[in-house]
């Protein structure tokens, strides 16, 4: 009897294993709302899936995959892959979409879509080095390169032309971090992807990329050796709308639209300030985001564009101080002194709050912030103007992209005599965002996020206090001063609705 039970044991797990293989190897079932998700093999890296600080998920393929599910009406379940183990998983059958900036490889079963990008590799080197101008320049050097990427792949079929050329692959890490390490002169040579030079100079200022190598290459989304036919023509069909109306561009413009402002002098100046000058005024910036919840970076991105960090700054129409506010806007947010640095930034980060909050709940992050700025810069009726001006154009008043390309048109008179503001600077504005974007993407691999110990805390919440009681006793002054140049008291002039703070024995909390 034992023995039978045990030859039946047998038999059932044997059966189960071979049911769970072939089930392996079965088609996933469409993706069907409310029944089964959209399944996305994904391989992280800067132009397909990163993480913030709090790991919240974004990236240009990844937004473009949540729009895809949007359409469809589905959830998406992510299947997360190395780039070591990404080329082995793309052969298998349990996913509807792998995304991993790919490119088509030739004799390979695995069916792709339509293209959605056209990219190409290039080398990149430390400027300090002789520039390549030809691919037999590259015989005897060494070039280094992420194992499993489409340049490693490329570099090997240039082994052909370039007999001598070397190729170090690296198995950890990202192209960013080894960029990096040619910056600081410990590789000589990095494959890259093209979309990557941008991005890479904003971090990176000292390396070039003056060698292209192979032919323009598409970027596909892989669809499986055997995909499902319906499944493909949504896809395509999904691609090609993305790319007629607008879509893809707004996506771009999203990650990498900002990255030509800045110019290699700007990045090492404000690199360098980073170093110098920053750690003076950190911890002003980090009780504004204890404050008000922008993120500390963020506020620091908009007092260097402002004053590069000068707390005594002063324009020639008197904009003062750290954040440069005018006269007005710093009586409205009871600052008594704008050349204080903590009043300066507490106010302005309560100010670019106060924008924000004035903004449209339709407007979505990161528009949101974006658009908050351009009206810190023009100020918030000639913003409101440009707001109304895009939708006589026709074009979306929440969408950045579009708003960006509409402010400059405030300073025209046709469009400006429509206004009772008139005519503003809204190039300047947008000119301002997009530094900004640059010295935030700069500051959020430079700086780490707000993580106070019990000891710091304590410290940025007697600092907000204090400011809060010369906020205070502004309002004293000033209201007591009005009453009596007006006879009477208890006239206030009208304010900002700002949030103000509440101590209690954990730090600091924001109340409305």
Not at 102 to 121: A, C, K, R, Y
Not at 129 to 139: C, I, V
């Amino acid at each position: 009897m034992r023995r039978l039970i045990r030859l039946f044991l047998f038999l059932a797990l044997f059966f189960v294993a071979s049911c769970t293989e072939v089930g392996s190897r079965l088609p996933l079932p469409f993706p069907t709302p409310a029944q089964h998700d959209l399944v996305v093999l994904i391989q992280p890296g800067p132009l397909t899936q990163t993480e913030d600080d709090n790991g919240n998920p974004g990236g240009l393929e990844r937004d473009l995959i949540e729009a895809f599910a949007q359409e469809l009406g589905v959830g998406v379940k992510y299947e997360v892959a190395e780039a070591s183990r990404f080329a082995e998983r793309l052969v298998g059958t349990r996913y509807h979409i792998a995304a991993g900036w790919l490119s088509p490889v030739g004799h390979s079963p695995l069916q792709t879509s339509e293209p959605i990008f056209q990219s190409q590799d290039w080398i990149a080197q430390h400027e300090a080095s002789l520039p390549l101008g030809e691919l037999a320049d590259l015989n005897g050097k060494t070039v280094h390169v992420i194992a499993g990427s489409r340049q490693a792949l490329s570099l090997k079929q240039l082994q052909a032309q370039v007999p001598e050329l070397k190729i170090a692959e690296v198995d950890s890490g990202d192209v960013l971090g080894l960029l990096e390490s040619l910056g600081e002169r410990r590789v000589d040579y990095v494959a890259i992807d093209g979309y990557l030079r941008d991005l890479a100079n904003q971090f990176v200022p000292n390396l070039r990329t003056s060698l292209s190598f192979g032919a323009d290459q598409p970027i596909v989304w892989s669809l499986g050796a055997n995909p499902n036919p319906e499944l493909r023509a949504k896809a395509n069909a999904f691609i090609q709308r993305v790319q007629r109306d607008g879509t893809l561009a707004r996506l771009e413009d999203r990650y990498f639209g900002h990255l030509r402002r800045l110019s290699q002098a700007d990045i090492v100046k404000f690199l360098g300030e980073v170093e110098l000058t920053l750690p003076k005024y950190r911890r002003y910036f980090q009780a504004a985001q204890a404050l008000t919840g922008l993120d500390w970076r963020l506020i620091a991105a908009v007092a260097y564009h402002e004053s590069h960090w000068d707390p005594n700054a002063t324009s020639h129409t008197n904009v003062r101080g750290i954040m440069m506010l005018t006269e007005d806007t710093a009586d409205r947010l009871e600052i008594d002194n704008r050349l204080d640095p903590a009043q300066s930034i507490l106010g302005g980060a309560r100010y670019i709050n106060h924008l924000k909050d004035t903004l449209p709940p339709d407007v979505e992050e990161p528009d949101r912030t974006w658009q908050a700025l351009a009206a810190y810069n023009i100020g918030p009726g000639h913003f409101s103007a440009a707001r109304a001006l895009a939708r006589q154009l026709k074009a979306d008043p929440n969408a950045w992209y579009e708003l960006k390309q509409v402010l400059p048109k405030l300073s025209q008179a046709k469009y400006a005599q429509q206004f009772k503001t008139g005519r503003a600077r809204g190039g300047e504005a947008v000119i301002l965002v997009e530094n900004i974007r640059s010295y935030y993407d700069i500051l959020l691999r430079n700086a780490p996020p707000f993580a106070p110990t019990s000891a710091s805390a304590a410290s940025l919440k007697r600092l907000v206090l204090e400011v809060e009681e010369k906020r205070r006793n502004y309002v004293k002054r000033t209201s007591t001063a009005r009453a009596l140049t007006q006879g009477k008291e208890g006239v206030d002039k009208p304010g900002l609705r700002l949030p103000t703070i509440e101590q209690n024995s954990e730090g600091i909390r924001r109340t409305e």
